[in-house]
């Protein structure tokens, strides 16, 4: 690992960027984190929801005059409640509706029914038990797959017209080309692979579950909420949107966060129920759901069946892919993505390889189950992208009978060819990949693991080695692209610089975890030469900081983090005239030396930029036009996403007789540019890693056949500890992105999307002797011991014998 | 969060005061030992208790662990901890320890007991494996007295056990043979998870014959957590690989597994006769002197 050598402050900071321990660790280590649960205020009470044991259902009656007589009840809100304030229905972020408290039907086990306000939450949740809802069962539709069957119960008979359970069909790329590709392919004695996959349902399962404080002031009108939003200005605008509340009324403040994962992007029943409580009964409402509430109804991620095709010539290299998926969005299309990607960034499937056709189409249903679809790290479907292609192309490998790291090495795009357009019409901003995977393969010792294996085949030991080369695009977005629920996806930021020279800098982003006091106290660093520990980062509270789309698809230092840099170098000029003013110079002979202004040729005769920040608010005259103060804001606007990319390589072991698989190594090469905290990067790589491993060996979210969901606790859907994952082995390249002011490319999410085809490759590769190519995560033993019978199982629904 | 339902909290200051308090307030009140069951099933109210006796204070008088006369002791109250860290279980009866270092993880092993794991009777349960295969007894007692039942009779089903709504288990003893080997071997999804299977094999080695055997199965339907079938094929054998063999697939069709999504069925009996192949191989080495 490499570290740049920065000058440090004197509390021993690097100035600007290097490692240096998180700002805001000093309260968290010490359980002085402010979370919403950490909330209290005078009068406070508390909600739960009641919420259905069925998967489809009519409600026939709800009767809450019990639950109104206990004592300690404040309230009872159920949907025909919210239908007198037009509240019962709610848009989702895919321009669907999604219902707040069920009022005509029930379409997801587990979904919202009534809203109790208590005293207590004891109170609240036995009062729950007194609700008394009748229910007449419908038929259920758990299998995507069965859902267009002309006999599928229909879903969404809300809806005017609707008799079926389609959602869209989307394509990108051009269909022709690609068939015309595969045909040429056959013709030249190539080669094409079909395979199918399933990248099953899963759930971002942050610590800190979902929840709110609503507190609507009767006499100001006032809404004051606290939430543990990943977009707390968004979410503003869209409750004003919704609800009709001005949004000048409206003060969103996201404390703490004990991670989001995308599941906190989106705004949730139990927030507008709380609001509403709030509205009811005059009084601050907290609503924080429990970890089965977390698992059962909020934002799941993935669910996505796809069947890809890769075409290429009979040496290796490849032609074109196509892809037809099947995505399984719940009972609401509620995905959260901008407006004009339904699929999300899905698009991107042909991955890092240089070949010219490309085609892909999506389906969309709906089904039984909770809506969501949200980003958990994978930067808008990025991550499906990239395990179906780094699947498929190991399934080349095998029918080609080529090393799977030869493979991709011939197939690389390669450094020359940047800015590269793909098939499907992405811009690629910068990279290096065969460096990179050199890199990988170096580190893992690639030919000694091969040769270590075919000894243990040739004695009955199952050995695995898996590779997997991403590239992502972070950084939504554009402003004439991107855009979700019609608000562009720009950043708004401010800095002020107080006139001892400290600095505060105002982000409309918000951290979950991703340590951005720190990240973001180093950019104004880097960029003024203020020690980090005199940048105090503001962010959370829509009263106090500047608009911007919030903290997902690893875009804050992308967007964000170009803001803040826009906004010190806009600082930075304007203290360069009152340098120039007060040396009694020309700004032409100004040089900037970090943090401080000095006279060219005459390095004594300078200015340091906290001098200047006292002379900017002192009476020191200055030039016409020029205001006084050491300020600046600033919206950035990025230009394209960035492409961070990387090689991993994963070793596993498998116990033929048990079917458990232990992942012996972990090696990871990530490319995102400069890093400004080293220390940071890594540990978003370290949890990207655990999370895809995760994903790949245990995470799942089934349904039985009458849509109950099968992972509704932490004993069904499994993290992994820190006894799956070996000691990651890291490395890096750098290659900046050429459009942001930083070079630096977002980091959040590349190893969540780039992991679990690495191990699944590896477990596969390990299976190769049992003749089976491919199974479906997650590789639990038994779905191992499966495959090696030769019968891999589905993932997606209950077990059956 | 999730929160119980109201209940009633009483403290009982000895074995007899539990016993009395259990009287006194019927069959809708009940014990918590270490609370790692009882307390999560209160939240998700699945129980809802109207007393709850808190017997921690016993602690003390049931937390014990030691040698009396050719038998084992183990207090009800000893915490899986406790068993783990005890070198004269682990001189004894290796089983017990394999089988605690797979149970849950460290912070539950901290509190949960022996007496709440065999009571809980949950059939993923592995002390009840383990303990069927040493051929140890349970001590229960109730306001007539005290009486004692065999390990493998204690289950009378999933979360149900022969002691009365008025008695509590005290002790458990295991007796103490010449000869003894034991093993535990357990496949689980991760770390800190509940069995998908297991097995325990126990085997009383004398004059390089197996004398007697115990195996101990776990999560895959075995009645009494035991197969008796495989026990039997053991019993008056030399240890070979074919009476390994032999006894283990007495033991996967002996069971009877339900698949669910830890897995189907037939992996958890392909499990039941792999895991107690390995567990006897193991035994049989440890009866045999050999590290294993
Ligand atoms: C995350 C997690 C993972 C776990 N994994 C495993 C695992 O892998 N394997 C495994 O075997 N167990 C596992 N457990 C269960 C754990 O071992 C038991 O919860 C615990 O040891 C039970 O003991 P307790 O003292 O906590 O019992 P409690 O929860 O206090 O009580 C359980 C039941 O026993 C009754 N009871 C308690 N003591 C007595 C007594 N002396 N006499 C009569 N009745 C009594 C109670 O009334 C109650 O009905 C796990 C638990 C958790 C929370």
């Known amino acids: 690992m490499t570290d740049t050598a920065v000058p440090t402050s004197a509390a021993g900071n690097p100035i600007g960027f290097g490692r240096m321990l998180r700002k805001e660790d000093v309260r968290f280590v010490r359980g002085h984190g402010n979370y919403v649960d950490d909330v209290q205020l005078p009068g406070m009470l508390h909600g739960a929801i009641l919420r259905s044991p069925y998967a489809h259902a009519r409600i026939v009656s709800i009767d809450t005059s019990e639950a109104e007589a206990h004592p300690k009840v404040h309230a009872v809100i159920t949907g025909a409640t919210l239908e007198t304030l037009g509240l019962a229905w709610m848009p989702t972020l895919s321009y669907d509706t999604q219902a707040v408290l069920a009022t005509d039907k029930v379409r997801f086990h587990g979904q919202e029914v009534a809203f109790v306000v208590a005293e207590d939450r004891y109170s609240a949740r036995d009062a729950l038990n007194l609700i008394d809802v009748e229910y007449e069962p419908l038929p259920v539709v758990v299998d995507a797959k069965k859902a267009l069957d002309a006999d599928a119960a229909v879903i969404r008979d809300d809806k005017d017209g609707k008799t079926d359970n389609h959602i869209y069909d989307w394509e990108a790329g051009d269909a022709v080309k690609a068939d015309e590709a595969f045909a040429a392919a056959l013709a030249d004695g190539g080669v094409v692979v079909e395979q199918e996959m399933l990248y099953p349902r899963s759930h971002p399962a942050p610590m800190e579950t979902c929840g709110t404080v609503a507190h609507m002031d009767p006499i100001t009108g006032k809404l004051v909420l606290w939430s543990n939003t990943q977009a707390p200005h968004a979410h503003r605008t869209v409750y004003a949107m919704v609800a009709g509340l001005p949004e000048h009324k409206i003060q969103v403040i996201a404390p703490d966060i004990g991670g989001g994962f995308g599941n906190k992007v989106p705004i949730y029943p139990g927030y507008v129920c709380s609001i509403v409580g709030s509205i009811v009964t005059k009084r601050p409402v907290k609503w924080m759901e429990d970890r089965s509430e977390n698992l059962m109804s909020t934002g799941f991620a993935r669910d996505y069946h796809m069947k890809g095709r890769i075409a290429a010539t009979k040496d290796g290299k490849i032609l074109g892919l196509q892809v037809d ?477 | 969060m999730q929160v119980p339902a109201p209940f009633g909290y009483e403290r009982a200051t000895s074995v007899d005061h539990a016993i009395q308090l259990l009287e006194q307030l019927g069959p809708e009140a009940r014990l918590v030992a270490g609370g790692h069951s009882f307390i999560p099933m209160m939240k998700l109210r699945l129980a809802q208790p109207e007393h709850v006796i808190d017997i921690n204070p016993l602690a003390a008088e049931l937390g014990t662990i030691s040698i009396d006369g050719s038998d084992l002791v183990i207090g009800a109250m000893a915490r899986h901890n406790d068993l783990l860290g005890s070198a004269v279980v682990g001189e004894h009866f290796p089983v017990l320890h394999d089988a605690e270092r797979v149970i849950a993880d460290p912070v539950v092993r901290n509190r949960g007991t022996i007496g709440g794991s065999l009571c809980q009777a949950d059939p993923a349960e592995d002390l009840s494996a383990a303990l069927s295969a040493l051929h140890a007894t349970a001590v229960i007692r109730g306001s007539g007295g005290t009486r004692t039942v065999a390990v493998r009779e204690l289950h009378t089903g999933p979360y149900e056990t022969v002691v009365g709504d008025a008695e509590m288990l005290t002790h458990i003893r295991v007796p103490i043979r010449n000869g003894c080997g034991s093993a535990y071997e357990k496949v689980e999804r991760r770390v800190g998870d509940w069995a998908i299977a297991a097995a325990a094999a126990a085997v009383w080695m004398d004059g390089g014959i197996i004398s007697d055997a115990g195996i101990g199965l776990c999560a895959v339907g075995a009645e009494h957590f035991v197969s008796t079938d495989a026990e039997a094929v053991l019993r008056g054998q030399a240890p070979s690989d074919d009476v390994i063999a032999a006894a283990a697939a007495a033991a996967a069709a002996g069971c009877n597994p339900t698949t669910d999504q830890r897995g189907p069925a037939e992996y958890k009996r392909h499990l039941a006769g792999e895991l107690t192949a390995r567990a006897l191989r193991r035994a049989i080495a440890r009866a045999q002197g050999a590290a294993a």
């Open chain 1, 325 to 801: 998926v099947l995505a399984d969005h719940g009972a609401f299309h509620a995905t959260a993505q901008p407006t004009n990607y339904p699929a999300g960034f899905f698009h991107i499937f042909t991955g890092s390889y240089d070949y010219g056709a490309a085609h892909c189409k999506v389906t969309a249903v709906y089904t039984n189950k909770a809506p969501g679809g949200v980003a958990y790290a994978c930067s808008f479907r990025i991550t499906e992208a990239v395990y179906l292609v780094e699947r498929i192309v190991d399934c080349l490998a095998d029918e080609l009978g080529m090393d799977p790291a030869e493979l991709r090495m011939k197939n690389l795009i390669q450094p020359e060819q940047f800015p590269y357009t793909t098939p499907t019409g992405w811009e690629y901003d910068s990279g290096d990949y065969p460096r990179a995977l050199q890199l990988a393969l170096d580190m893992a010792g690639y030919e000694e693991l091969r040769r270590e294996q075919a000894e243990k085949r040739a004695k009955g030991e199952l050995m695995g080695i898996g590779i997997s080369f991403f590239t992502e695009g972070v950084g939504a977005g554009p402003r004439k692209h991107m855009d979700i629920l019609g608000l562009g996806m720009a950043d708004g930021c401010e800095l002020r610089i107080h006139p001892t020279g400290k600095a505060q800098i105002r982000l409309s982003v918000q951290t979950q975890g991703q340590g951005h006091e720190t990240t973001f106290a180093q950019i104004v660093s880097h960029q003024l030469g203020i020690p980090p520990e005199d940048v105090e980062v503001i962010h959370g509270d829509t009263d106090n900081t500047p608009f911007g789309l919030g903290t997902y698809g690893s875009r804050s230092t992308p967007v964000s983090g170009a803001a803040a840099a826009v906004v010190a170098e806009r600082v930075r000029e304007k203290a360069k005239i009152i340098a120039a003013t007060a040396l009694e110079c020309s700004v032409d002979d100004l040089e900037w030396e970090l943090g401080r202004w000095q006279v060219k040729g005459d390095p004594d005769n300078g200015k340091t930029i906290q001098e200047l920040a006292l002379l900017a608010h002192s009476s020191l005259e200055l030039p016409e036009g020029v205001e006084g103060h050491l300020d600046a804001s600033a919206v950035y606007n990025p230009p394209n996403l960035t492409y961070p990319f990387g090689a991993y390589i994963c070793v596993v072991d498998i116990d033929p007789g048990t079917g458990m698989v232990k992942v012996r190594r972990f090696i990871a090469v990530d490319d995102c540019g400069p890093r400004i905290n080293p220390m940071i990067v890594e540990g978003q790589v370290h949890g990207g890693l655990v999370d895809g491993i995760g994903m790949a060996l245990m995470e799942v979210i089934a349904f039985d056949e009458n849509g109950t969901c099968l992972g509704g606790s932490y004993m069904d859907y499994l993290l992994p500890t820190p006894m799956e994952v070996p000691m990651f082995e890291l490395g890096e390249t750098v290659t900046p992105s050429p459009h942001h002011p930083l070079g630096c490319k977002g980091v959040g999410e590349s190893a969540t999307v780039g992991s679990p085809a690495a191990v699944v490759n590896a477990v596969m590769d390990a299976l190769k002797p049992y003749g089976v190519r491919h199974a479906d995560m997650p590789l639990t033993p038994a779905q191992v011991w499966m495959t090696m019978q030769g019968r891999p199982l589905r993932t997606d629904l209950a077990f059956t014998d």
